[in-house]
């Protein structure tokens, strides 16, 4: 990387993420690595020290003066500092690994250093796991999670996975990502959306809090600042247990992985897509627990915010936020499995075209520049419209190696913003999708009730496929396929 002077200026986008941090939502990205075997923890600081300190951002820390963050290298770094060993009471499984996962959720990285910490873990089923927390400051998910596959090796004793290649040599972004076809055809506007986020803080809130001059703002035509109405003019989503006001502590649970090539069996026998499968899973999961609750759910919508990357692929090693939000509904009071994966793929669908992403990157950057008043006031019009926090990210579909041990399963959150009390996150890996969810404990004190019935779901999606007359290898036309199971495409 090439050298910079000590005080590199923090962008405004990263800014924002910088000042987000609630006692309730630290702005921290979490990961979790899980391993069968044993890995020594001098075999992972040396891999820190060769593959993750090779991005000088990590050596760094944000300071914020004179109302400006700069990025400032630590004269002290200590990698013992950031490389910890721990060992849970044996015997230790997956109940006690989330605990912890759960209690590390909730403590801040020290200010006073570069905020990112690798906890690793012993005793867990004869093996290790590997917790990652870094400040969401320092770039979005999607760098993350690329920043932790090129650590990874093809086999035990290498070469590297997923090296960091030129431009050049490396294809486009992965057709496999549902979110990031969305922005194909907009990757032109983002500079648009940045003039314009600027002008909401030369505005101040005005347009946020009168509804009228949204109005008069669509009238102006143009699909950008009709999207800028559409925002301020969204009602929240339905009141449901998942929305309130979170408090500190945090609850994590993850669900068995479902076999990515079943999910597509479904997906082509149903009409949908991989994306729409997990989605209205996902959604069935959380209705359903909701009906076990003993509330009703007819009608209700569950409004969650998805991070959309808007970087090639290839230019994740620049670190940095760069990403936009849609806001997904899922239907999760339909209880019919194929109504609601054909519900999914609809709402999906309207958001093709949409300068949602674009706009909330724009509406990101004003945070960061703006005085802190007015980003208070954007994160909480954000935030309010929405109960959950989601992200779909496909992995590699090859196991992978790390620090010598090879990597059994993978998951990780992004935070959540404002008083967004839940966070669901779906990664796929080595031919599976994975299922994770973090909740504020007095919203929803048992996850792992959400979690567990995921995979039942995903059983009645099947089931209803195999009532088709002609079996899940046969006519492929969802409208025979509504018609068998007694809905409407």
Request: include cysteine; aromatic fraction near 6%; charged fraction near 25%.
């Amino acid at each position: 990387m090439a050298a910079t002077s000590r005080r590199e200026k923090v962008s405004a986008v990263d800014t924002a993420w910088l000042r987000m941090d609630r006692p309730h939502n630290l702005m921290m990205i979490t990961g979790v690595l899980m391993f069968r075997e044993r890995l020594p923890i001098a075999r992972l600081k040396r891999l820190v020290a060769e593959r993750f300190l090779v991005f000088r951002r990590f050596r760094q820390r944000p300071v914020e003066s004179a109302g400006m963050a700069f990025w400032d290298t630590a004269r002290d770094f200590d990698l013992d500092r950031h490389v910890v060993h721990t060992a849970l009471p044996a015997p230790a499984g997956r109940r006690e690994l989330q605990s912890l996962v759960s209690r590390l959720a909730t403590v801040p990285l020290d200010p006073a250093h570069p905020r990112w910490q690798f906890h690793l873990v012993d005793n867990l089923d004869g093996g290790s796991a590997l917790i990652v927390r870094i400040h969401h400051s320092y770039a979005d998910g999607i760098a993350l999670v690329r920043v932790m596959l090129s650590m990874t090796d093809a086999a035990e004793r290498g070469p590297p996975a997923m090296p960091f290649e030129p431009p050049a040599r490396r294809r486009a972004a992965s057709d496999d990502d549902p979110f990031a076809q969305l922005l194909q055809p907009f990757a032109g506007v983002l500079a648009t959306a940045r003039r314009i986020g600027g002008a909401l803080v030369d505005k101040g809130v005005e347009l946020w809090t009168d509804p009228s001059k949204a109005i008069e703002l669509a009238n102006q035509g143009g699909a950008l600042t009709a999207e800028i109405a559409n925002l301020t003019l969204m009602e929240q989503d339905s009141p449901t247990r998942f929305k309130g006001k979170p408090a500190v502590a945090k609850r994590v649970a993850w669900a068995e992985a479902l076999p990515l090539d079943e999910v597509k069996t479904i997906g082509r026998a149903l009409g949908g897509s991989v994306n729409d499968v997990l989605l209205s899973c996902v959604a069935g999961a959380l209705g359903r627990y909701l009906r076990d609750k003993g509330d009703d759910t007819d009608g209700v919508t569950l409004r969650a915010l998805v991070p959309v990357n808007l970087r090639p692929i290839e230019k994740a090693y620049r670190l940095g936020n760069q990403f936009g939000l849609v806001f997904l509904d899922l239907p999760i009071g339909i209880e019919n499995p194929v109504e609601r994966l054909y519900a999914v793929r609809d709402n999906m669908a309207a958001l093709k075209g949409s300068h949602q992403p674009v706009l909330a990157l724009g509406i990101l950057a004003a945070m960061g520049a703006g005085p802190r008043i007015l980003q208070e006031t954007l994160l909480s019009i954000l935030a309010r419209n929405a109960s959950a926090v989601m992200t779909n990210v496909p992995g590699p579909q090859q196991p992978l190696w790390f620090a010598g041990a090879r990597i059994d399963s993978l998951m990780f959150w992004v935070p959540q913003s404002g008083d967004i009390g839940m966070g669901v996150s779906i990664l796929s890996y080595d031919g599976k999708a994975q299922f994770g969810v973090i909740t504020d404990k007095g919203l929803c004190p048992d996850p792992g009730s959400i979690t567990e019935r995921v995979g039942r779901e995903f059983e009645t999606l099947v089931l209803a496929a195999l009532m088709c007359p002609w079996g899940i290898d046969g006519d492929l036309d969802p409208r025979k396929v509504a018609r068998a199971v007694g809905i409407r495409a």
